[in-house]
Structures are given as structure tokens and as C-alpha cells.
């Protein structure tokens, strides 16, 4: 299955109205356990980032954090609102 | 497979001294074929943050972009040097 089939195609049978999406995922593989824990802050300078180029309503934002081992996964899923 | 095995999974088998890895996937379903391209751009930005939080030697990015349909990914796969 592609990355992209596993992103937005669940949410195809689910979705009733079609509507414009944005995943944005953050994945980090450490070495050892120290080092800063930064995905929290570079995910909201990100939204930032995003915010810029679409408009977005906090409602339609969903944010996923997943740790196994020494590997975490921030997933922000963003049902856009139409932009004309 | 879940979604931090398919980023990480397979580069483990290849890596043999372990390095920190960082991936940034951002992943846009449209409605329609009009609107904005806005992933490479938006790509740029995202560095720029990201080279906030860690050092990255531009020879250790590598870009991905791959269009399936309405869907378009974009990939960015950073090996991190040693951060200390």
C-alpha cells in the first residue's frame, strides 16, 4: 500500500462531500534518548507555516502523536474549509 | 505496517552506523484541479523552520514528490548529522 493510500484513502469511504485535505507528517528516528524533544514546538511553527498558504479552522485540525521506540510520529490531518 | 515503519522500517536494514532521521511528508488531496500548487513552496518554508530546530547538511535531503490521482505527496527525508 502507498503512503499516499494509506493517508487519504480511508477517508475516502468515509467522506460523504468531497473535500480538499492536507496531511502533514513529522517522523523522527533518534540514536539515543537525548537530545531535545522538539516535534511539539516545530509542529506549531509549522501550522504557522501552513496557515500561510491555506485557511485553516482549528476545528478541522487533527494532530496524531505516535512513539515506538526510538522512533516518533507527530500526524497533523487538516480538513480544509473551501478556499474560493 | 504502520505508517512509522514504512518511513523508518526499511532504512534500518540498509544503515549501518545508526544516524538520526527526520521525514516530513506533506500530503494534499484536492477537490478539483484548480487552486494554487503550493507544495514546493511550502516545502522551502518548512526547511527553513525545521534548520531551526537541527542542524542539516543539504547533501543529506532528499526530495520525493509523487502525484496519484487528485492526491500529491511530498517527502523530504533528512539524515541529521551528529547534533553534540
Redesign the interface.
Known amino acids: ?8 484513502g480511508e ?1 475516502k469511504k468515509s467522506a460523504s462531500v ?14 539515543g534518548e537525548d ?2 524533544d ?1 516535534l511539539p ?2 509542529r506549531d ?2 501550522m504557522q ?2 496557515s ?3 485557511k485553516i479552522d482549528q476545528e478541522d485540525v487533527k494532530f496524531n502523536l ?1 512513539k ?1 521506540g526510538n ?1 516518533e ?1 507527530l ?1 497533523v490531518n487538516i480538513v480544509l474549509p473551501d ?1 474560493h
Chains 1, 2 share one sequence.
Not at 1 to 8: E, G, P, R
Not at 18 to 31: G, N, P, Q, T, W
Open positions: 500500500m502507498s503512503l499516499l493510500t494509506m493517508l487519504f477517508k468531497a473535500k480538499e485535505r492536507l496531511s502533514l507528517i513529522i517522523a523522527r528516528e533518534r540514536v537530545g531535545p522538539f514546538q516545530l511553527e509549522l507555516v501552513i500561510k498558504y491555506v505516535q515506538q522512533m510520529m500526524e478556499q
